[in-house]
């Protein structure tokens, strides 16, 4: 029979005590200052939940494994444990770093309880999906969001909750690689966010924010006889990057003392391109108030009007007094 187990969701105690205890310098010798998970993977580290290797590092772009991911998710959730799991895996030896952690989650439903849990496999988006929705209980999407999962796909409603629920965006737009291995630094991102309650609030405003910075664009191009802009979802993370950079370091300029130029932080993204070009801004109180401001400068004009540019990422940050800083990147892959 299925013993009952106890889930204590400590999530907003482990958030707030993650706030509090970002570590001034970097934690791991392989994530820099400038690494996009950085806050993500020390928070999770200072409440104890991810850990890295006895040589100081994390391998951030190293793939998670089905194990760690078990074991990740269980001190995330914070679970008390009642009687022992029943379920035991054929190829799960009990000396096995995440043994129990596995077993536990087996018992409360986030893993099947079959015969082989295949624990060095690398854990994919699609099985990221599925344990994310289910231990954070997010709602049934009822939309459908990308061409690469079909709706009979055995993770389709998971991995659109996700998308609803704004912890991913997918790989790009419309794709989102189900089968792709999560990487450390990925997972560490996914859980940090729903710990925070990320999905809601500013990262909403945010996103709507680049939404709306792109519709102004494509307004303003449409007026000039121009093509629109289609969002990239990859270059729009970089101006959020760019964005948060200038408010965490202070300085208002084309140049991060943290990574150069616009160009090093599309090569940091692993974006390629063509054509590229950013305009930033601050202080404006609307995308499109913002939009109007870059179009009564002769330099940023040129930037939105340029027929060569296809593609657009918009980022914004507000600083703690609540100033706003917006980024445009353009593209032409």
């Known amino acids: 029979m299925k013993k009952k187990l106890f889930f204590v969701c400590t999530a907003g105690v482990l958030a707030f005590t993650a706030q509090q205890a970002a570590a001034e310098d970097t934690v791991f010798d392989d994530v820099s200052e400038d690494h996009w998970a950085l806050t993500a993977i020390q928070q999770m580290h200072d409440v104890q939940i991810i850990e890295g290797y006895p040589d100081g590092t994390f391998e951030p772009e190293e793939v998670m494994t089905r194990e760690e991911a078990g074991v990740i998710m269980y001190r995330a959730l914070g679970i008390q444990d009642g009687e022992y799991p029943d379920h035991r895996f054929d190829d799960l030896d009990e000396d096995s770093f995440g043994y129990h952690e596995v077993l536990t989650l087996t018992e409360v439903g986030l893993f099947e309880p079959v015969d082989d849990f295949r624990p060095e496999d690398d854990l994919t988006r699609a099985e990221m999906a599925k344990i994310l929705v289910e231990a954070y209980q997010l709602p049934v999407s009822e939309e459908r969001y990308f061409d690469d999962v079909d709706e009979s796909h055995w993770a389709s409603s998971y991995i659109d909750s996700l998308r609803d629920a ?88 084309h140049v991060s003392p943290e990574y150069g130029d616009h160009s090093d932080l599309l090569a940091y993204f692993d974006i390629e391109y063509l054509h590229s070009g950013e305009n930033i801004a601050r202080g404006q109180s609307s995308a499109e108030e913002v939009v109007d401001a870059w179009m009564d400068s002769e330099g940023h004009r040129e930037n939105i009007l340029n027929p060569d540019y296809t593609h657009l990422g918009a980022g914004y940050h507000a600083a703690e007094d609540g100033t706003p800083y917006y980024v445009q990147l353009f593209l032409r892959p």
Do not use: C, W
């Open 166 to 253: 704004g912890v991913t965006q997918g790989m790009t737009e419309d794709t989102f690689e189900p089968e792709t291995p999560v990487s450390r630094a990925q997972m560490s991102t996914f859980v940090h966010r729903l710990m925070h309650e990320e999905p809601q609030g500013e990262t909403d405003t945010a996103q709507e924010m680049a939404e709306d910075i792109l519709h102004y664009t494509n307004m303003a191009r449409e007026e000039h006889g121009l093509d629109p802009l289609e969002q990239n979802l990859g270059v729009e993370e970089a101006a959020m990057h760019k964005a948060e950079d200038m408010v965490v370091h202070d300085y208002f300029d």
